[in-house]
């Protein structure tokens, strides 16, 4: 099934179709506002390990959080030493 046929599949399952609209404006709107506000936002997705985009994106942020503090606390501990190590060569200098 290609992508167009499955997502209109979900739009008479949404009930979209069923629904009668006095003007295309407002069936517009309602295809709009099933898009953005449950399409977009919750519906779960194959491609994203079976998550909602936003469930995906908060998975993602977390994941990136975690990389980006052991790659500070790594660049910490490499600061820290070679400081410790070019302070004790600067005192065995100075003495």
């Not at 404006?25 to 898009?35: G, L, P, S, T």
């Amino acid at each position: 099934m290609r992508a167009a046929e499955r997502f209109f599949n979900l739009l008479k399952r949404a009930g979209i179709r069923r629904r009668k609209y006095k003007t295309r404006e407002e069936a517009r709107h309602a295809v709009f506002d099933y898009i953005e506000f449950f399409c977009n936002p919750q519906r779960k997705h194959i491609r994203n390990a079976v998550l909602s985009p936003f469930d995906f994106e908060q998975q993602q942020k977390l994941k990136l959080q975690v990389v980006y503090k052991s790659w500070f606390n790594s660049a910490y501990i490499i600061f820290q030493n070679s400081l410790d190590h070019l302070l004790s060569r600067t005192a065995s200098i100075a003495t």
